[in-house]
């Protein structure tokens, strides 16, 4: 009886910790070629490599049958079958390498490369089920969740909108303290949305107390960047940054900088397209307000 174990392994081949899968096909024949039996069986990981993938299929392959034998292991993965003749030496994934060597130890196995994706029909089976493996894992992997928002007595949600047609950016601002919300919005033309968000975020830290702790949430990802990252460099080479240009709108970074003085101040840059009820309310007070003429 020849037993053949085909195998498969289906990650992100360019990043660490994705969701992957792998799977195996045992065939069982009789020296005629005569297929007598098939074991078919599949699997996945959320967090995982595509060489641990390719290596999981061959363990798990071997695992599964009814006692050691003389097996052909037929895989497209080099790395699996070059390390495992001993041609080279594993340098990671020393854990699944030893369940390997202690599940095989005294096995013989032939071991046999198959190019992916040539056309061999067991691989292009494998292949499609350790696909579907990462496929469900990929939908099981919980979101990513955002980190908590500082303590802070006031939480202000700023948004911009630009109409091309008018040239004109509105802003809106939805301002959260102790369960209860107040909303503010303005609109200038020709201005960007960057220095819409920086009018808007100077409007809004105006409306607090003087001393009053904020965080500040802005999908402007320069508005955020500029106050956490670049601001103490912009001021000690004199407002200029790096490659000795001037900073735009220098007299409302100056103001924010101000505004920051004697109290803690954080911005924080969320996606746009990220479900904050708030922050998608400040998005509509942004439009409508580019339809209210500005006084």
């Known amino acids: 009886m020849q037993i053949t174990i085909h195998t498969d392994g289906a990650c992100d081949i360019h990043a660490p910790n994705r ?16 297929l007598l039996k098939e074991i078919v069986i599949s699997g996945g990981d959320e967090n995982t490599t595509n060489n641990q993938m390719e290596l999981r299929a061959v363990i798990e ?14 895989s497209d993965s080099r790395y699996v079958i070059d390390i495992a003749r001993g041609a080279k030496k594993a340098k990671a994934n020393q854990a699944l390498w030893r369940e390997f060597h202690e599940l095989t130890a ?7 490369y198959v190019e992916g994706h040539s056309g061999d029909a067991l691989n292009e089976r494998c292949d499609k089920l350790a696909v579907a493996e990462r496929s469900k894992r990929a ?22 909108s630009y109409q091309r047609s008018s040239r004109s950016t509105g802003w809106g601002a939805v301002i959260v303290t102790n369960g209860e919300t107040r909303q503010i919005h303005g609109c200038l033309p020709d201005i960007s949305e960057l220095e819409g968000s920086l009018i808007g975020a100077i409007a ?9 702790d904020a965080t500040l949430l802005t999908a402007q990802e320069y ?73």
């Open 61 to 74: 392959g071997i695992k599964a049958l009814d006692r050691p034998a003389k097996v052909t292991v037929i």
């Open 19 to 34: 969701p992957g899968g792998w799977a195996a096909i045992l065939r069982a024949s009789d020296d005629s070629g005569t």
């Open 139 to 160: 939908r099981q992997k919980p979101a990513k969740q955002p980190a908590p928002l500082p303590d802070t007595l006031f939480t202000i949600y700023l948004s911009t």
């Open 223 to 295: 508005l955020a960047k500029g106050m956490n990252l670049w601001l103490a460099g912009w001021q000690a080479r004199g407002w200029r940054t790096r490659d000795g240009k001037p900073v735009k709108h220098q007299r409302h970074w100056r103001q924010l900088r101000d505004l920051q003085a004697g109290r803690r101040l954080y911005f924080r840059f969320v996606k746009a397209r990220d479900d904050l009820p708030y922050f998608q309310r400040g998005k509509e007070l942004a439009a409508s307000a580019i339809d209210v003429p500005p006084l």
């Open 106 to 112: 005294g096995q013989y196995i032939q071991w046999r």
């Open 204 to 212: 809004a830290l105006q409306s607090l107390p003087a001393d009053a």
